[in-house]
């Protein structure tokens, strides 16, 4: 267990439809990360917030968004669903993500189906 | 733009021998830091071992062990004695010493024999 939860575990829906995936972070982490995985694409980036603020930005689509709230857990938006969204969603967190090696630390992902 | 490649899509190996997966990346970067992930079939992404390019040395971690080479851009992943709770998928990533965001190969299959 590494200390990130994501809920849901599981997400079916159809297309058109808007999601929402929440994390929480290990205990005092202050970075939250959000990748996708899927077949065609495989492991890609998304987006990096530290501390309430975006600091990086991946490969995300615009019909997608994100925030980390004061509390530190952090929200993945998914709108206009397509099926090509269909893929398992990770959030990561690590202690500051700035500079220098700090792990991340994965959840256990939240598989989205897009019917 | 940095990129990490895995060429292997698939590996399979004898329990008890041993196994190299390969990884190579790209980048213009001097300081950086590579890892291997294992991701077992219940997809929990779990780090195996990492790697600072600042340090010369090879990263071992009982029984995986890295080939890190800086001026060829290779960066393999040695597993010793394989188990068959090694078989899962494994991805070789990138990270650039100014930012969190982690650069990932297409992954190689592991698969190990009894």
């Known amino acids: 267990d590494s200390g990130v939860t994501q809920t849901p575990k599981h997400l079916i829906t159809a297309t058109g439809q808007r999601v929402t995936l929440r994390c929480s972070p290990r205990s005092g982490d202050l970075s939250v990360y959000w990748y996708q995985q899927s077949l065609d694409q495989g492991l890609q980036f998304l987006i990096q917030?530290?501390?309430?603020?975006?600091?990086a930005k991946g490969n995300i689509l615009e019909r997608f968004s994100a925030q980390q709230f004061p509390d530190l857990h952090s929200e993945l938006n998914l709108s206009s669903l397509e099926l090509g969204d269909s893929a398992l969603y990770f959030c990561?967190?690590?202690?500051?993500?700035?500079?220098?090696?700090?792990?991340?630390?994965f959840g256990p992902g939240t598989r989205l189906t897009v019917l | 733009a940095q990129t990490v490649t895995q060429s292997q899509p698939e590996m399979s190996v004898q329990e008890a021998e041993t196994v190299t997966l390969s990884c190579t990346y790209d980048?213009?970067?001097?300081?950086?830091?590579l890892f291997w992930y294992k991701q077992p079939p219940s997809r929990q992404m779990i780090l195996v071992i990492r790697q600072e390019a600042y340090k010369q040395q090879n990263a071992t971690e009982n029984r995986f062990s890295v080939n890190f080479q800086k001026a060829a851009k290779s960066f393999s992943l040695k597993i010793s004695d394989s188990q068959l709770g090694d078989a899962a998928m494994y991805f070789c990533a990138y990270l650039y010493n100014q930012g969190g965001k982690l650069i990932f190969g297409q992954g190689t299959e592991l698969s190990v024999k009894p």
């Open positions: 990561a967190s690590s202690v500051e993500g700035l500079a220098g090696v700090d792990e991340q630390f």
């Open positions: 980048t213009s970067e001097s300081d950086y830091y």
């Open positions: 917030y530290y501390n309430g603020e975006e600091r």
